[in-house]
């Protein structure tokens, strides 16, 4: 069966420090790979996705950026944060067919101090 | 474009009643849909999804959706809700595109009272 792990689960970080967020999924081949930010009361926002190996597409300009080295591996940076990059930080992996759900990470809270 | 719509950012319910969590969808292509349930500080997990075919679905802990294509809704039900139903629970589309993105309506909390 497909497993998907996040880490870490909760991370304190202060302004202006790098960020490192990983994400990887076992027990299948070439998955769409995404991540999500959720703010208290505002849902989810996506924030990057990708179908391939070092292919990222962005949904909206930020402070982050990600980048896929290995097919099920997923990571999520920043050089330098900000307080607002706070939140729930959720990677997901999907198979490359429509009627198919994403399936989630157990997510990392990130608080910038 | 596509969009969903969950009515009521927070409802309650007395352990026992019957659950009913509302979505409403728009979308140009016949819509693939799901219910997802999120217990504090733990990411999205599937309850059920709508494709084709049946339009009642039914789906992990006691769940149910009905798909009304009229009515553009997948409703979320359960005939009687239990304490460990609380939680926090979104409606997402599929409406084609690229890269099968989902669009999630805001969720909607569930309590329930004892």
């Known amino acids: ?113 | 474009a596509q969009s969903v719509t969950q009515l009521g950012s927070h409802v309650s319910v007395s352990e026992g009643a019957l659950v009913l969590l509302r979505c409403n969808y728009s979308s140009s292509v016949p819509p693939y849909l799901f219910w997802y349930v999120q217990y504090p500080n733990q990411g999205l997990q599937l309850l059920l999804k709508y494709t084709t075919g049946a339009t009642l679905v039914k789906g992990i802990n006691g769940f149910e959706a009905e798909f009304k294509k009229s009515e553009t809704s997948f409703h979320l039900t359960k005939p009687s809700a239990h304490m460990s139903d609380a939680a926090e629970y979104f409606c997402a589309l599929n409406s084609g595109g690229s890269n099968y993105k989902l669009t999630f309506g805001k969720g909607t909390l569930l309590t329930v009272n004892p």
Do not use: M
Not at chain 1, 13 to 34: D, F, K
Not at chain 1, 60 to 77: G, H, T
């Open chain 1, 1 to 113: 069966s497909q497993t998907i792990h996040q880490w870490p689960a909760t991370l304190v970080q202060p302004v202006g420090s790098p960020l490192s967020l990983e994400c990887t999924v076992e027990g299948t081949s070439n998955p769409n790979l995404y991540w999500y930010r959720q703010a208290a009361g505002r849902g989810l926002q996506l924030l990057f996705y990708s179908v391939g190996i070092g292919q990222i597409s962005s949904e909206v300009p930020q402070n982050l950026s990600a980048s896929r080295p290995q097919d099920r591996q997923f990571i999520l940076s920043s050089k330098k944060l900000l307080l607002s990059d706070s939140g729930f930080y959720l990677c997901a992996w999907g198979a490359d067919r429509r009627n198919q759900p994403q399936h989630f990470g157990d997510g990392t809270r990130l608080s910038i101090l």
